[in-house]
Nanobody, 115 residues
Framework: QVQLVESGGGLVQAGGSLRLSCAASGSIFSINARGWYRQAPGKQRELVAG???????NYADSVKGRFTISRDNAKNTVYLQMNSLKPEDTAVYYC?????????WGQGTQVTVSS
């Protein structure tokens, strides 16, 4: 059974940095893309950043230039480096792996940015 386990969330002051990690366990094949989403209270879940199997990346406009998504295929792990954090980045962050057959979600990790 595939599980995605996130880590790295926490409380940080505005302007600070955090690095999120998401490691997949179990047999997972044909990964087409990996991504990070977030959901703030009272808001819909939104895509923050994505990376395809070919290495192409895309970012939400609100995080361009501040966040960087990367992956380690050998470790089946995806990362999100978040710099210059703002209070509006406060949310639960979820990782996502998309294969040819399934979409897998992590359990979420809380990121809180204080002003």
């Amino acid at each position: 059974q595939v599980q995605l386990v996130e880590s790295g969330g926490g409380l940080v002051q505005a302007g600070g940095s955090l690095r999120l990690s998401c490691a997949a366990s179990g047999s997972i094949f044909s990964i087409n893309a990996r991504g990070w989403y977030r959901q703030a209270p009272g808001k819909q879940r939104e895509l923050v950043a994505g990376i395809t199997s070919g290495g192409s990346t895309n970012y939400a406009d609100s995080v361009k230039g501040r966040f960087t998504i990367s992956r380690d295929n050998a470790k089946n792990t995806v990362y999100l480096q978040m710099n210059s954090l703002k209070p509006e980045d406060t949310a639960v962050y979820y990782c996502n792996f998309l294969t040819s057959f399934n979409r897998y979600w992590g359990q979420g990790t809380q990121v809180t940015v204080s002003s």
